[in-house]
Every structure is written in C-alpha cells, then in structure tokens.
C-alpha cells in the first residue's frame, strides 16, 4: 500500500492543505492497485475521507470529520479502518480477477485432453479419476502457464465473454504478472542473501554524498558514471 499520510497525521495534512490544495481538488491520502483514499475539504472545520475505486470512479465508503470535535487519535482509529476495507476489497478483486482467469485456463486445459466439461465433472462426482485426468496436472499446468504473458493474453482473448471483459482482464493480467514476477525475483535474492551472509556482514558500505551540474537526472548520471568508469578497485551504487 501507497501511503502519502499517515492516519496520526490527518488534522495536520488537512489545516496545511485547506486553504491551498484542497480549495480546487481533492488530494491522494492513500492507494493500492485501482483503490484509492482521497481527502475532500468540507468547510474550515470538516474534511471528508472516501474510498473510491480510482479507474472506474466509483466510491465504495466516506466519512466526514470535524477537526474541533475529534482528537487525531479518534480519527486516526477510523482511517485504519478505511484503510484495512480498501486493502480487502483491493485483494478481493484480485482473487476474483485470478479466479476469473485460471477457469479460462481450466476450459483451455480440459479442450486439450478431449475431455468435455460435462464429462470431466461426472467423473469428478463419480471418483472415477485416472492420472490423466486428475486435476493435480491442471495445477501443475497453471503454475507454469499463468506466467507467461503470451499465453495468458491468448487465453483471455479465446475465452472472454465481451470486449469489455477482454481489456479489463488483459490489463489486470499483465499487472498481475509483473507483481508476482518482481515478488518471485525477491525471494531469489533474499535467497541468495541468506546463502551469502557471512561474506555480506563482513563488508561495511560507506555513503557520500555528489552534486553533479547537469540539464536532467539522465545527463548527471552520465557524467557520474563517466568519473567512475575507471574504478576498478573495490564496488559502487549509483543511486538515483
């Protein structure tokens, strides 16, 4: 979760802001995935806080506070809160979006055994299963499949039921993968980390700090990468 403030912080974040910002829009206290928490100016005493899906604009809860009659403790109980259901819905839709997908993977699974829907479950109900029916190699099947992008974008385009089911999950989809890809990636390096420790902990890491005088962030790493390009001794991150 994107957190711009914290629930302790709301009254502060709403005087500084009432007068500026807030006079013209509504300012991002919170997001995660398309869901959002967004503070709205009420009046010179009174905000209110929404939970809004962000890409379809629609509000799923709101509450307006009154900074003279609530401490920041009361409201800041209230914002977790708000916080907590927009991270519930926010995994609910992903499961429903999985979920969603991995029956098209399903139907895509069973056309490839020759088997029939119909057929699959009656030998479900019946416990008739053999290996290659089993469900298990459906699972192994997923497991490699749902992560590959290609294939992923193929099956949403076969099994879709609208073009407008098609894009919402072709975009979830390519998110989604991503994210789990970036996730699994971490987990190779806390992994190796683990595998490496001793070596690591044995290391000290020194920061300084550079200006460089450049047009852009791009051009100054040039140039700082250009004064570095002849260090051979010893390791260096460029940050930034």
């Not at 509504?26 to 005493?45: K, N, Q, W, Y």
Request: charged share 35%; hydrophobic share 35%; with cysteine.
């Amino acid at each position: 979760m994107f957190t711009y403030i914290k629930p302790e912080f709301m009254i502060a974040a709403f005087c500084q802001q009432r007068d500026t910002t807030l006079l013209d829009r509504s300012i991002c206290v919170a997001r995660l995935g398309d869901f959002a928490v967004t503070m709205e100016r009420v009046d010179d005493h009174r905000f209110s806080l929404s939970l809004e899906n962000a890409t379809e604009n629609t509000q799923y809860a709101g509450k307006i506070f009154d900074i003279d009659k609530s401490t920041k403790e009361e409201i800041a109980t209230v914002v977790d809160d708000l916080f907590k259901k927009m991270q519930y819905i926010n995994e609910k839709q992903i499961f429903d979006n999985r979920e969603n997908i991995w029956k098209m993977y399903a139907l895509s699974w069973l056309k490839e055994q020759n088997i029939s829907l119909d057929d699959y479950l009656d030998i479900h109900m019946t416990g008739e299963m053999d290996e290659q029916t089993h469900w298990e190699s459906f699972e192994e099947y997923m497991s490699h499949e749902y992560l590959n992008v290609g294939s992923t974008m193929r099956i949403i385009e076969e099994y879709a039921q609208s073009d407008e089911e098609r894009e919402q999950l072709k975009s979830f989809a390519a998110k989604d993968i991503v994210e789990l890809r970036q996730r699994h990636s971490l987990e190779q390096m806390q992994e190796e980390f683990a595998s490496r420790k001793d070596d690591f902990f044995e290391k000290k890491i020194y920061g300084f700090g550079i200006e460089v005088v450049a047009q852009s962030r791009d051009e100054a790493r040039e140039k700082l990468q250009a004064l570095l390009k002849d260090t051979t001794s010893g390791e260096f991150i460029i940050r930034g």
